[in-house]
């Protein structure tokens, strides 16, 4: 069983900075993959980015690519995203997911175990 606690959203003007953390429990986190998707109100829920167990490959939406960087530190248990260049069309409640296999994935599905979110709004 892993549980995950998303912290570090908040209001950011356009052009802004955030990093999101996922802090994890559970003794096997440094297996599991780790994405990132985000929903914003009317819309679905959409991928993000991901990284695998170790860290050593990532993967990006087109939407954020250049501007995120996800991360993590399987000592501590936790994977970021560090957010740059944010734009009010970011504005959405972003959760972190795990996922046992480890390689990660674009689709919500393959996720296994799911954060509760936390909120970001960038304003223009």
């Known amino acids: 069983q892993v549980q995950l606690v998303e912290s570090g959203g908040g209001l950011v003007q356009a052009g802004g900075s955030l990093r999101l953390s996922c802090a994890a429990s559970?003794?096997?986190?440094?297996?599991?993959?780790v994405a990132w998707f985000r929903q914003a109100p009317g819309k679905e829920r959409e991928f993000v980015a991901a990284?695998?167990?170790?860290?050593?490959?990532?993967y990006y939406a087109d939407s954020v690519k250049g501007r995120f960087t996800i991360s993590r530190d399987n000592a501590k248990n936790t994977v970021y995203l560090q957010m740059n260049s944010l734009k009010p069309e970011d504005t959405a409640v972003y959760y972190c997911?795990?996922?046992?296999?480890?390689?990660?994935?674009?689709?919500?599905?393959?996720?296994?175990?799911w954060g509760q979110g936390t909120q970001v709004t960038v304003s223009s």
């Open positions: 990284i695998n167990y170790s860290g050593g490959s990532t």
């Open positions: 559970g003794r096997t986190f440094s297996s599991y993959a």
């Open positions: 997911a795990a996922e046992r296999n480890g390689y990660g994935s674009w689709y919500a599905s393959s996720y296994d175990y």
